[in-house]
């Protein structure tokens, strides 16, 4: 009985979150819940004390939001550190760059830009700022494709739950008790393989279909234009911001001590933008600013969400959830994880970070999973956002490749799906290993 009692607020935002409701009013109904069966445990004996106005507080405040956003900020970072980059048009001269590269080969042309649209979102730690940019130049180069739209929505749900400068692989090292770095070294050779993969769709779906660009709805790249010279110049930031990011921690372990750190690397790129990408200083130090509201939201909204759900850990309930799933198996925990996540981010789709916050306390009880779980986990969640009608990357896909926002969802279906069936066969090696 004491366990239905603990379940129902859990319950509760789970079944509001099915039903759209936002985030944190799913949270704070489920968080009113657990003050009410706090005291109800009281009377029963379960409690010594139930939750009071000041432990609410703390459970809030200092234990979720503070920690949110003070240990958190690489992710910050990296995220303004992005949009600085796009906004300096060093993305849009890749692009560019790559078409002349491959002197306007369709197929191949596909596959790099959603190798790009991996990158980029891999550097910021989100992906539908990136897709604001890069889809409507994909839209130039082959139009709308399915194959196409779909693996550019993998990649990207791969690149923001594997990035160092996202909230989801934070949240996701925490739950592993590794560094966020370190943790995202470890996801980077199954980072990899699902970008190729990605790409390889792309390519697939191009070479099958060919180009169905429609005629009078075209998007001017506005380096068309540029001399070689002048595009490559405007190429440094980025590809110097990329190199930065996932080879950084490598170089540093050759040198005498850690050089290339998220701050020093936010000012090196700054430079380059200023001299290579023509930017003024002044614009410069704005729009990295601006390219942190975004996450500092994000991690504001979900700091007071994971408050709630810590009112529901103060009952017990997680602790009583990991005692019955610990004498499964491992490995039918870590499937059952994926598909679940995956599952529950389909209605929930516009905060990812805010899933994991539901699905990994649970887990992290347990003890007996591997870091590794947790980042196929945190990829489980990626991957459903990618059919879920509130999530902004898909909004994006679809303004940019003008077509709607169902049309994205009934493309990506088929695709996303066999790639979270693809990280479930992972997990279940990794469960019996």
Not at 339 to 349: C, Q, R, V
């Amino acid at each position: 009985m004491d366990l239905i009692l603990m379940l129902l607020p859990l319950v509760l935002i789970l079944v509001l979150l099915v039903f759209k409701v936002h985030m944190l009013v799913a949270g704070l109904a489920g968080g009113l819940l657990a003050v009410v069966v706090s005291w109800i445990l009281v009377a029963t004996g379960r409690l010594e004390v139930g939750l009071t106005p000041v432990e609410i507080n703390n459970l809030i405040v200092n234990g979720a939001l503070r920690t949110m956003l003070s240990n958190y900020l690489a992710p910050v970072v990296y995220a303004a550190a992005a949009l600085m980059i796009a906004r300096s048009g060093s993305i849009k001269a890749l692009i560019e760059g790559l078409r002349r590269l491959l002197r306007g080969n369709l197929a191949y042309l596909a596959a790099a830009i959603v190798l790009v649209q991996g990158f980029a979102t891999y550097m910021a730690g989100l992906g539908a700022g990136n897709t604001m940019v890069i889809a409507p130049l994909m839209a130039i180069a082959v139009g709308f494709l399915p194959e196409v739209v779909a693996g550019m929505a993998i990649a990207t749900a791969v690149g923001f739950t594997t990035s160092p400068a996202s909230t989801e692989t934070a949240l996701a090292a925490t739950a592993a008790g590794m560094e966020v770095g370190n943790f995202a070294n470890m996801m980077l050779p199954f980072t990899i393989v699902m970008y190729l993969l990605a790409a390889g769709l792309a390519f697939w779906g191009v070479s099958k279909k060919g180009n169905l660009l429609r005629q009078g709805e075209q998007v001017v790249n506005e380096y068309a234009n540029a001399s070689t010279q002048d595009l490559w110049f405007k190429i440094i930031p980025a590809l110097t911001f990329l190199v930065i990011v996932v080879l950084g921690s490598t170089f540093n372990s050759f040198l005498p001590f850690p050089v290339l750190v998220p701050i020093i690397n936010v000012i090196l790129v700054a430079i380059l933008v200023v001299i290579f990408g023509k930017g003024k200083p002044n614009d410069v130090g704005q729009n990295l600013i601006d390219g942190s509201q975004f996450i500092l939201t994000t991690l504001f909204g979900v700091g007071i969400f994971l408050g709630f759900i810590n009112l529901i850990g103060f009952l017990g309930t997680f602790a009583e959830l990991a005692s019955l799933a610990g004498s499964a198996p491992s490995w039918i925990v870590v499937v059952v994880a994926c598909l679940f996540a995956f599952i529950i981010a389909i209605p929930s789709g516009a905060f990812a970070a805010g899933v994991l916050t539901l699905i990994l306390p649970t887990l992290t009880l347990l003890g007996t999973l591997s870091p590794l779980a947790f980042g196929l986990i945190g990829i489980s969640v990626g991957l459903g956002t990618q059919i879920s009608p509130v999530q902004i990357n898909v909004a994006a896909l679809a303004n940019g490749f003008k077509i709607s926002t169902f049309d994205v969802i009934k493309g990506n279906m088929k695709y996303v799906v066999a790639a979270a069936g693809l990280i479930a066969v992972v997990a279940l090696v990794v469960g019996l290993l």
